[in-house]
C-alpha cells in the first residue's frame, strides 16, 4: 500500500509544481526510492478479500473481514488490473475546457486484445453467475434482499475474468444483481479510482524520475494467482464460496489447489506468497538495454559461487530472464542492475529466493544489502556505481556458521571458533576475527 501512497504523491506533485522544476525537486529531496515487494500490477488476494474474505490470521470469520474489506475504500487499491492499458494524459485529468473531467478514458493498446489473460499467468477470476435470479433469502438487509438469490434454482453460467476486466469493474458489474457489495464497490471503483483527477493507480507504472530505485522482493514461494468461485446456497456475507484456486509454484508452474498442472503463462518464478511474481516484477520493465546481472548465495560467502553476466541486452519494457543455473540447496539473491541507460540514475532489481511478503523487512540478507549499497553510494571513495557481488565476507557474529564436513567454522578467512559462556551448539561459537570497521573498505 505504502508504494501506491508514494506514486500518488508523485503524480500529485506533478500537478501542482512547474513541470521544470519537478524533475529538480525530486533530485533535491529524494535520493533513493526502494520499493520493498511492491504489488505493482496489484495483488490477486484482493479479489479473494472482496467476494469471500481475508482474514489475516485474525480470530473472526471470512463473511466478517469481508464486509470489513469492503468498507474500506481504500482496499480496492489492490486490484489487479491490466498492464496493457493507460489512462488520459496526466495534465489532461485536471484540466479539460477549463473544468475537472467527470470521466477519464482508459485506452489499451494491441496486446490487451492479442495476448492471453492481460499479461498474467491466467484469467484471474471464473465465477458461476445464475441466468435468472429466483428467491431471495430470508433474514438480509433490506439492501440486500434486492440483490441476494438463491441462484440453486436458476441456471448458472461459467465466466472467466482477466486482469483487465477485474481492474475496470466488469467482474463487480457482472454479479451485481446477486451481492449486495458489488453496487458499492462499482461506486468506491468509479469515484475514487477511474475518475480521481490526479491518477487512476489502477493503471501500470512508468519508472519515476527518481536518481536511485531499488526494487525489492521475494520470489519462488507458492502464491495465489487465481480464483474459482460459485453461490454458496448461504446469505450475505457468505454467499460465494471459493472452489478451487491456482497456485503458481517455484519455478512458475502453475497447479490447482488439487495438485493437477494448469496451462496459461506461466513466468519465470513464483511470487511471494501474497503478491503474484508478474506484479512484483513488473519493475524489471524500467531497466535499460544493458543490463548487467549477478547471483550470488545469501549467505556470507568467498565469492566461488557467485554467477556474473555483464551487458545483456534486454528490450525495456519487457522481462528479462538470466541464463544462469541454481543449486537447489541453495538460496539465492539475484541482482539486475543498470547504471548506465538514464545519465545520472540507477536502477536495481533485487531477487531473493523463498523470501515471504510479510517478513522481507526482517530479513538479514536484504538489511545486509540494503546497508552496503547505501554505505556504498553515499562514500566519497567509491568508484563502481553498484557495490562489488564478488564477495560477502560476515558483517556480524551471527553470519558466522559451523560447518560440519570439515568441523571448523566456515569462511576460516574472517569466522573462528570462540567460545563464550552460553553458546548451545558449535555455530554460536563461531565469531568475527575483525570488527566491521576492517572489513567495509574491500567493498569501495
Known sequence: MGNNVFRYFLEWLKLEIAPKLYNQWLDDHIYAYIAVGAPFLGAVETIKAALSGLTFGLPIPEGTSRVMCNSFGSSLWMLPFSEHCRRDHIYWNSFFDGKEKESYKINCDEKEYTSNFSGWPVDLVNIEIPVVPDTVYPGVSKEAEDATSTVECGTPVQRSFSAHRVGDGTLFEEIADFDPDAKTLIHQLHKFYHNDPVLNPLTAWDRPPIKNIFCIYGIDLKTEVSYHFAPSGKPYPDNWIITDIIYEMEGGTLQSRSGNHVNGNPGEASGDTTVPYHSLSWCKTWLGPQVNITRTPQEAHDGSDVQEQLNVEHQPGSEIIPNMTRDNRMKYITFFEDGASIPGKRTAVWELDKVNHRNIVRSSVL???????????????????????????PLRDEDCYWDYAKARCAIPDHCEYRYVFGDVHLGQSCRLKASPGDLFSRYL
Open 367 to 393: 538489511l545486509r544489502e540494503l546497508w552496503l549499497e547505501l554505505w556504498h553510494s553515499i562514500h566519497p571513495n567509491a568508484k563502481a556505481k553498484f557495490i562489488t557481488k564478488a564477495k560477502r565476507a
